[in-house]
């Protein structure tokens, strides 16, 4: 029992699962690309650049981001208060390996979705 529960604490801090699943949910990955084209952003301009994004999530994701230092939120002492939103040199390095990402899936999307459909589950 005891080998099975080190087991558990060594696959939770496994460092590629423990990032991706921090920035690899659905919109984490589209708010970088689009802070790394239009920063500094305000919160406002962010959401209308990312129309189907809810604000509930863009803050969510923001937050996320913000915490694991790929993202930095400055807010500055004004009346009406104003927040702006760019990334941090970390989050910086990760838009080249997002726009291969992007690069590699617009080349592979026929085949992949070909694939799908010739593996449908029988019904």
Known sequence: ?????????IIEICPVRNVIARFGNK???????????NEPIRYNELGR??????????ANTLRTLEADGLVDRRAYNEVPPRVEYSLTDTGRSLVPIIIRLTEWAQANMKTIITHRTNHQPEG
Do not use: Y
């Open 1 to 9: 029992m005891r080998k099975k529960e080190h087991l558990n604490s």
């Open 27 to 37: 919109w984490a990955l589209l708010v970088i690309l689009v802070l790394s084209e």
């Open 49 to 58: 650049k990312i129309p189907d994004i809810s604000s509930r999530i863009l």
